[in-house]
């Protein structure tokens, strides 16, 4: 039972990254109160661009430069079209998402010329990373050594922002942005650049959530990959009010549920009712939260 | 005067999305102007193809219908896809062991998917009506769980053994919508759809209501309506909407069957259709029309030139954005000349 144990364990924290990356970045908005729904566009987008740069010039390390410089470039848009011309926030994101969904696809034949999946064993992807001496410790070693290094930025993130928001200037100012922007307009601070910059948190790091679909979880890019991820992040993010530390442990809760789904297809159990389980578990994070806002 | 503002407005901003565009073809070192020859050939050039665009866009009407009605209400369905395929997977799998006299069993199986779906987005009606969830998020959520239900159904219990992808076989060919001069019935039905959606909204006191409700729940409220029935109401009946859009798919469409991918994104092609019509239910026919040329046009053009047909995608969406956008500069640019003279004014 023990080796199952460590087993769903360590794939639970390998599932949860992209989710609690994304999360990071949503929260961010969140924060600012920005209604920003483009995480799932801009994972896609930086999956995309991670497989491109690491086969183009044959090192990862490309890859994660074009992704960040993608999940960039869609954040400038967002800010373009929601802080700049003033468009409705949550019309911007439908549109970043179907345009990143547009544009990949659409590279992904015009570049690759396949349709459906790039996949090549010519894609370098990101290192694994051992623990030194954590890694001698029984149980613990196993679930938390040998994972792509994104997996271990995701957790220290995860008390970094923690500090961010909480104890910095930056971070005060940000959440003062989004709950009273008079006050911070009137002590001369501008509500639009802050709010620009909650924007390229999100388009950074939801893109490097994208890094680790497409080199970490696996090494291949296929069309619309991020598949719901972003909005699983969008409702944790809701959740837990945006506060880091819990995003990190809703995404384990998460990625602990989607391998349970793998472990039950070894039961004969058909793979399309155990992909539904993180969907599934969203609903039901939906309705707890709904209970508990309800009876405060 | 504001109807011809708005209409240049939107003349402007979609040449503006065509020219963004062309310099993507030109990056794919292609010609721009052969491009979209070969989209108006394709799309609108002959009778033959102005009937296939009219083909392709009665589910493009029908979702976007179905997000239009629900927005302008108020209510985030975005549940338009898995509406859909249930509707299509419920009268493809109808349509193969039902026996009906052929015309009643047509419009039975295309009442049937609308039911279907309706029943669908009642799911996330209950949610929000019984556990005051949010239908943004749930609506989404039931997307991915209709996906892989129907995608199941499709592949063991109903699969059809000689097909390459799973699907199920083929509907009775007594249920076929038939064409009248190439333009197959359901285009119309989609039609009368948009006729009927208007009546709703607009000459009905529920209508009324989900308007009102739209503008500003909590007037809507306090005047007296019952906001959440109407919500429930709204989503069950774009339900409908949707899921008529899948089963007019099966009986009018080509295919005839429920196969994997048959959603494609028809879903989401609602919602951005609603978005650029900004909910009104004379121009999402407009719009489905518009992006169901392009769709139809997009077969030519790669037909044509080497530029992919997965290039409309990108283009809907630049078209999507540059069209928001622009609408949205426009109006504080007006505003901001207006604050202008106005000071010029006062400091006189």
Redo the contacts between chains.
């Keep these: 039972m023990v080796p199952v144990l460590t087993q769903l364990l360590h794939a639970a924290l390998s599932s949860a990254t992209p989710i609690a990356l994304a999360a990071f970045g949503g929260m961010f908005s969140f924060h600012a109160n920005v209604f920003n729904i483009a995480m799932e566009g801009m994972m896609l987008m930086g999956a995309y661009y991670a497989v491109y740069g690491a086969y183009r010039f044959g090192h990862w390390a490309y890859g994660v430069l074009f992704a960040l410089l993608s999940g960039l470039v869609l954040a400038m ?1 967002f800010s ?2 929601a802080i700049v ?4 926030e949550f ?2 994101g ?3 998402n ?2 990143a ?3 990949t ?2 590279s ?3 570049t690759f010329k396949v349709k459906g999946a790039f996949i090549s064993q010519a894609i370098p992807p990101v290192p694994k990373l051992r623990l030194f001496l954590i890694e001698k410790i029984p149980f613990l070693g196993e679930v938390l050594s040998l994972h792509p290094f994104p997996v271990f930025v995701a957790m220290i993130l995860a008390f970094v922002f923690h500090l961010v928001l909480y104890r910095t200037t930056f971070g005060l100012r940000l959440r003062a942005a989004g709950e009273e922007p008079v006050a911070v307009a009137s002590v001369g601070l501008s509500v639009r650049l802050l709010k620009f910059w909650s924007a390229v948190l999100c388009g950074i790091l939801s893109s490097f959530a994208g890094v680790y679909l497409s080199l970490g979880y696996v090494t291949l890019f296929s069309e619309n990959m991020s598949n ?1 991820r972003g ?1 699983i992040s ?2 944790i993010i ?1 959740l837990v009010r945006g506060k880091p530390v819990p995003i990190m442990l809703m995404s384990i809760v998460f990625g602990i549920l989607e391998n349970l789904g793998l472990l039950l297809q070894r039961y004969a159990v ?1 793979p ?2 155990t ?2 389980l993180p ?2 578990a ?2 039901f994070v ?2 707890s939260y ?2 508990r806002s ?1 009876s405060t | 005067m504001n109807t011809v503002r708005s209409v240049l407005q939107t003349a402007v901003a979609i040449s503006l999305a065509f020219l963004v565009a062309a310099l993507f073809i030109l990056l794919q070192r292609s010609s721009p102007f052969e491009v979209y020859r070969a989209l108006y050939e394709y799309g609108l050039g002959s009778w033959f193809s102005f009937t296939n665009t009219l083909n392709a866009s009665f589910p493009l009407i029908l979702t976007g219908l179905s997000a239009s009605i629900a927005f302008s209400s108020g209510v985030v369905n975005l549940g338009q896809h898995g509406q859909f395929l249930w509707g299509a997977l419920v009268a493809a799998v109808a349509g193969v062991y039902l026996k009906m006299p052929g015309w009643f069993g047509t419009a039975f199986l295309a009442v049937l998917g609308g039911l279907v779906g309706a029943g669908w987005a009642a799911l996330a009606a209950f949610f929000k009506r019984k556990y005051r969830m949010d239908e943004f998020i749930s609506t989404l959520m039931l997307n991915f769980l209709a996906e892989y239900t129907t995608l199941y159904l499709a592949t063991y219990p109903f699969l059809d053994p000689k097909a390459y992808v799973p699907s199920t076989r083929m509907i009775r060919r007594e249920y076929f919508l038939a064409s009248f001069f190439d333009v197959n019935l359901a285009f119309f039905v989609a039609v009368f759809m948009v006729f009927l959606s208007w009546w709703f909204l607009w000459k009905t006191w529920r209508g009324y209501e989900a308007r009102m409700m739209g503008y500003n729940k909590l007037f809507a409220t306090v005047g007296g309506c019952d906001v959440e029935t109407d919500t429930s109401l709204i989503l069950i009946l774009t339900g409908f909407l949707s899921g008529l859009g899948g089963a007019l798919l099966i009986l009018g469409g080509t295919q005839h069957r429920f196969m994997k991918g048959i959603g494609a994104n028809f879903g989401w092609d609602g919602v951005m259709i609603a978005i650029m019509a900004q909910n009104s239910v004379v121009q999402t026919l407009f719009y489905a029309l518009f992006i169901g040329f392009l769709k139809n046009g997009a077969v030519g053009m790669e037909f044509e030139t080497s530029v992919p047909s997965e290039f409309v995608m990108f283009l809907q969406a630049i078209i999507v954005l540059t069209l928001v956008g622009a609408r949205s500069g426009f109006a504080s640019l007006s505003d901001w000349l207006r604050a202008r003279s106005e000071l010029r004014r006062l400091m006189k």
Excluded: N
């Excluded at chain 1, 011309?85 to 409705?88: G, R, T």
């Design positions: 848009i373009l079209f011309l003033k468009v409705d019309i911007t439908i549109g970043i179907m345009l969904l547009g544009w696809t659409y992904l034949r015009a719901g909005w969008l409702a809701i058909p399309q009712f992909a539904m969907y599934i969203t609903l939906l309705y709904a209970r309800s």
